[in-house]
């Protein structure tokens, strides 16, 4: 392509765009027509109209609209409760997850799942007390009880065990005196 | 239409040219919203059908497109306080609005879920049948082979430009949105949009063109 070829591009695309502006500002009582649509080619025009006429918005379905609402709202408590019940204690914050993949269906570059700009990590940003107070004090008896089994005093046994324990305490003492080999 | 996200000024001592600068109309609900997680949904209940709009096209199928309507939003919800305005014209290219921000998220979501799948999604044609007036039978059938024939030719699309299209017609978005959500400039997404326009054209056989 030469470069009057992609300037005459260029300029072609902007008229496009000057036409949609008012294409799409039509519905809410812009001008319907412009000085420049007559330079626009009648075909992209025509497309254009089509387009602006046949891609239509589609809504999901008020069943779906509800229980994602729900969803939200629950989740939405969820991130409270930190703030309310478990600002005195402490808490772990999740350090950096990594790169969060994506894109790539048509070779654009790799972007992130949340990406406004800072894309060369994915942190969290918000420290996360798993599940609120009530999750974190059964964590909390879990770990007091796996602490004293672990601290517990010396390990008795079973009785087979402990019986096993005295043949052998018996054949060292044996030894020792001389009585076996 | 689109509600006014992006305005245009006129900048002291600059005759004759706009600048375009960018205001962010959701930038109270945001506040709100991070002040108290519960007042998100106002912010749900306006993009909701946008979202789910984008999805549906991108996806072509009502329940992958709930799937990744709901991904959006919880992570949305999850991601707030990492959501930086950034709308003045100072803040030049790159400027990002919560719709903006929003529809990134989405574009991601919904990149992953594309993939996941392996196969090119098939335009939602039996949805075309929305264009069409329920009671105009005869009409009707014309109007819905024509819309048909319009989102078919959508979908055949290469996936850059299709996002650009359904970003531009069915979002409503101003070119310096869609270079947001895309990461393009403004300039490649004209270019896109003026490209796709000239495929559609020739698919639908109004160049003249036999298809």
Do not use: C, K
């Not at chain 2, 719709?99 to 939602?124: T, Y």
């Amino acid at each position: 392509m030469t470069l009057f070829e992609r300037e005459g591009s260029e300029v072609e695309a902007l008229l496009t765009d000057r036409y949609l502006e008012r294409v799409l500002a039509r519905a809410t009582g812009g001008p319907s027509s412009g000085p420049v649509d007559a330079l626009l080619n009648p075909v992209l025009r025509d497309a254009a109209d089509q387009l602006r006429r046949d891609l239509v918005r589609v809504h999901p379905s008020f069943r779906f609209e509800e229980r994602l609402a729900a969803r939200l709202a629950e989740a939405a408590a969820a991130l409270r409760m930190p703030a309310a019940v478990g600002a005195e204690s402490g808490v772990v914050p999740i350090g950096v997850l990594g790169r969060a993949s994506v894109e790539g269906d048509d070779g654009d570059e790799g972007a992130y799942l949340f990406d406004d700009g800072e894309l060369d990590r994915r942190e969290l940003s918000r420290p996360l007390l798993i599940g609120g107070a009530l999750t974190s004090a059964a964590i909390s008896l879990a770990g007091a009880a796996w602490v004293a089994w672990r601290a517990r005093p010396a390990r008795r046994g079973s009785a087979m065990v402990r019986a096993a324990r005295a043949v052998r305490e018996a054949r060292l003492a044996a030894v020792h005196a001389g009585r076996l080999d | 239409m689109a509600r006014p996200v992006f305005g245009r000024v006129r900048a002291a001592g600059e005759a004759g040219s706009a600048r375009v600068t960018h205001l962010d109309r959701d930038r109270a609900l945001v506040e709100e919203a991070r002040r108290d997680p519960a007042s998100f949904d106002a912010l749900y209940r306006r993009y909701l059908a946008q979202v789910y709009s984008y999805a549906y096209y991108e996806l072509g199928d009502h329940h992958e497109a709930e799937d990744a309507t709901e991904r959006t939003f919880l992570a949305a919800l999850a991601n707030l306080d990492r959501f930086e305005e950034r709308a003045r014209p100072a803040d030049g290219d790159g400027a990002s609005t919560f719709r903006v921000w929003l529809f990134r998220i989405a574009r991601n979501v919904v990149a992953n879920q594309r993939r996941g799948r392996r196969r090119h999604p098939q335009a939602p044609i039996e949805a075309a049948a929305l264009v069409a007036d329920p009671l105009d039978i005869e009409g009707g059938a014309a109007v819905r082979d024509e819309a048909a024939a319009a989102w078919q030719a959508v979908g055949r699309l290469p996936a850059d430009r299709r996002r650009a299209v359904v970003l531009r017609f069915v979002e409503e978005m101003s070119t310096a949105e869609i270079a947001g959500v895309l990461g393009r400039s403004e300039g490649a997404v004209r270019v896109l949009i003026h490209r796709a326009l000239r495929t559609v054209a020739r698919d639908l056989g109004r160049d003249g063109r036999p298809r």
